[in-house]
């Protein structure tokens, strides 16, 4: 039957540098960047050190002349503030709720100190690059460069070489190692390319279609009588629903009903790919004319982000473009939709001069996204790593990067992983859930971006009425700590836990998600001219910011403002108004030779706070001032 779910294949890994405000401002004192001594004579200073998640295996030397783009992330030290108007225009009892940020005002707030901008300037100085080499973020919080690999190599007191990642054939070119002037250390966070490796895989459970169940099962939705979903949503929900999911089951189960959006209400929709998914128009209107009759003839538009492209080829149509595409942009018609597609393939070997690749999809899509006025108000991504394979000071930056979006009043959705609280190494022999700092540790994988507090992370669930479905990602970062929102029914969840178990696998006082949960099996999807089933974290993703984003049209359309990030509100939903969501209390997410977690009632690390009732929702968000 159904291969769609089993796991995908290895994937990739990480280390940090965060400083303090007080430190960064207090070595401002004796920086003196503008002595006549050349940075370079200062010594140098281990900045980072990891080990290459697995499957990346090393080759020879780079050619001396191959070219890369080094990208400097300057620190921002004002970042508490921005955090704290996050916090502010995302809390519906605050009196700034809904007054988002315009990208200026972030900007300032992420900006370096000028101390930073002078010593990292005078630094390139001093190895000959002036200010027309020079390519900065509109905040001066990233400055890209193009520089011989010989060059970056003296500049950072390391070694290049090329890596393969086995399992995929992928190359890139990395070091394991890199280190700066000391003097530098505080006014430069990460340097990039150097230990964070490319990832491999998105977030789809399957890398190719299942067919559809035989045909005997069309022969029943004829005969099949309505069932009830028992929950807060209280309709009828077709009974093949639980084979086969289509648009319509999921406006029953989520009980949207026959709510349309506005095309010109200002509302819209991103979806983001990655990896050379690309999303095919001619698989879309196969979907619509099955799916979403009325749909038939409208599209999305393709914003190219770094040279990413769109092939239409139907060959090339890709499983995890097409999916998100399909459900986000099938539910939400006439809603406008946005696909970017995001270039970030490892650089070929044999076309070396290429100086542009740096394997950096989610700060190349950030860049594109935060430089733009008006971004759409709901983007979804269904890919992600697993957290310990992102080195730690990247992984705050995308973090950040994300939360500058949320306070510009979009609504950021990552699925929460097919994994459970493993890592979906399906070769036991290798690293099942190893840790991968030199200790080899058992330990569950938490994965991100969907660890990161700023953005909304979906969990999956499968059936009528649902349950957690046994892959949902859930689980606690080791790297972000619980945010506010989310703190009381966390803390409920864990002291109901058995007494001591998995201590040592995971961490209580991390960042835990997911958020909530979305049915995540047997969609429906056209891809490469043939329909089939596809399952995963990732279908449930584009289903709930789909849900989300009517809701921001129902918002909108009252001149109120969009939703903006979600959490501070959701979790206010539950506790004030649980019928608002669908509490899944069956099921748990095995993994690592655990059963991982329960499902449970309210809060749970499988299925979130739940699932969501659009229609009680709607009304809960008008009453929003
Ligand atoms: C940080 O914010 C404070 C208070 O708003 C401001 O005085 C200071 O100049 C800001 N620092 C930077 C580097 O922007
Ligand atoms: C699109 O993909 C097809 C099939 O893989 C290929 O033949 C064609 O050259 C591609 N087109 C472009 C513009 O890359
Ligand atoms: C950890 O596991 C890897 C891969 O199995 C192995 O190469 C390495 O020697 C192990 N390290 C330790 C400290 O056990
Ligand atoms: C657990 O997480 C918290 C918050 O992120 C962190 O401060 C603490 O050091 C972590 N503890 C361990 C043992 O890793
Ligand atoms: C999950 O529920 C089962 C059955 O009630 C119980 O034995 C197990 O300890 C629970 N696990 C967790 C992590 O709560
Ligand atoms: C079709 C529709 O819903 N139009 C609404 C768009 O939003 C404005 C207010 O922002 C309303 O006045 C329109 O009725």
Redesign the pocket.
């Known amino acids: 039957m159904e291969v769609a779910e089993t796991p995908p294949s290895p994937r990739v890994k990480m280390m940090l540098i965060s400083l303090s405000l007080s430190l960064a401002l207090s070595s401002l004192a004796y920086a003196a960047p503008f002595t006549d001594t050349p940075l370079t004579d200062y010594a140098h200073k281990v900045k980072e050190v990891a080990i290459p998640p697995r499957g990346w295996i090393k080759r020879g030397a780079p050619p001396a002349d191959y070219t890369i783009e080094l990208r400097i992330a300057l620190p921002q030290p004002n970042f508490s503030e921005l955090e704290r108007h996050l916090y502010e225009v995302s809390d519906p009892t605050h009196y700034r709720y809904g007054e988002y940020l315009s990208k200026g005002e972030v900007e300032e707030l992420i900006a370096p100190h000028p101390e930073s901008l002078n010593s990292v300037h005078h630094w390139l100085a001093t190895h000959g690059f002036t200010d027309d080499h020079l390519n900065r973020s509109p905040a001066s919080d990233w400055i890209k460069v193009n520089v011989p690999v010989s060059l970056a190599e003296k500049m950072l007191n390391t070694e290049y070489h090329v890596w393969v990642h086995e399992p995929t054939g992928k190359t890139a070119i990395r070091t394991t190692t890199y280190s700066l002037p000391e003097t530098l250390h505080h006014h430069i966070e990460l340097v990039h390319p150097t230990i964070h490796f490319p990832s491999t895989k998105p977030l789809v459970a399957t890398s190719h279609l299942s067919p559809i169940l035989p045909k005997v099962l069309g022969a029943n939705v004829a005969h099949a009588r309505p069932i009830v979903v028992p929950s807060a949503s209280g309709g009828h929900v077709d009974a093949d629903c639980n084979n086969n999911i289509n648009i319509k089951c999921l406006q029953q189960i989520y009980n949207i009903g026959r709510y349309k959006s506005s095309a010109h209400n200002g509302s819209r929709i991103g979806i983001t790919g990655y990896l050379e998914q690309f999303a095919n128009i001619e698989d879309l209107q196969s979907f619509y004319k099955e799916q979403r009759p009325d749909a038939v003839g409208s599209s999305f538009d393709t914003i190219s982000v770094h040279g990413g492209l769109n092939n239409q080829s139907l060959a090339e149509a890709g499983v995890e473009a097409n999916l998100d595409t399909q459900f986000a942009f099938g539910l939400t018609f006439p809603t406008p939709g946005v696909f970017y597609s995001t270039a970030g393939r490892p650089p070929i070997i044999n076309d070396l001069q290429t100086p542009d690749n740096t394997n950096e999809p989610y700060q190349d899509w950030l860049d594109y996204v935060l430089d733009h006025p008006n971004p759409p108000q709901v983007v979804s991504t269904s890919y992600g790593d697993d957290e310990q394979t992102v080195p730690e000071s990247y992984a705050r930056r995308i973090c950040q990067g994300l939360a500058q979006l949320g306070a510009r009043g979009v609504s950021v959705f990552f699925s929460s992983g097919d994994f459970g609280v493993g890592d979906g190494d399906p070769n036991p022999e290798t690293q099942i859930c190893k840790t991968n700092d030199g200790r080899n540790v058992t330990r569950f994988m938490p994965a991100f971006p969907a660890s990161c507090p700023y953005v909304t992370t979906i969990g999956g669930t499968v059936h009528i009425p649902e349950v957690a479905i046994g892959f949902s990602g859930g689980g606690?970062?080791?790297?972000?700590?619980?945010p506010a929102y989310q703190d009381s029914v966390v803390s409920g969840y864990l002291k109901n836990l058995p007494e001591g178990i998995y201590a040592g696998l995971f961490?209580?006082?991390?960042?835990a998600y997911p958020d909530l949960a979305a049915q995540s099996s047997r969609y429906v999807v056209w891809v490469g001219g043939h329909s089939g089933h596809v399952g995963g974290t990732s279908a449930s993703s584009p289903t709930v910011a789909a849900i989300f984003s009517l809701l921001n049209d129902v918002r909108i359309s009252h001149g109120l403002s969009p939703l903006g990030f979600l959490n501070p509100l959701i979790y206010k939903i539950q506790a004030e108004h649980p019928e608002a969501l669908n509490d899944i209390t069956e099921g748990n997410n095995p993994g690592c030779g655990t059963q991982g977690f329960n499902a449970t009632k309210g809060w749970d690390p499988v299925t979130g706070l739940g699932t969501p009732n659009f229609g009680k929702l709607k009304d809960i968000v008008l009453s929003l001032e």
Do not use: K, Q
Request: hydrophobic share 25%; glycine share 8%.
């Open positions: 606690f970062s080791d790297l972000f700590p619980r961490n209580s006082s991390g960042r």
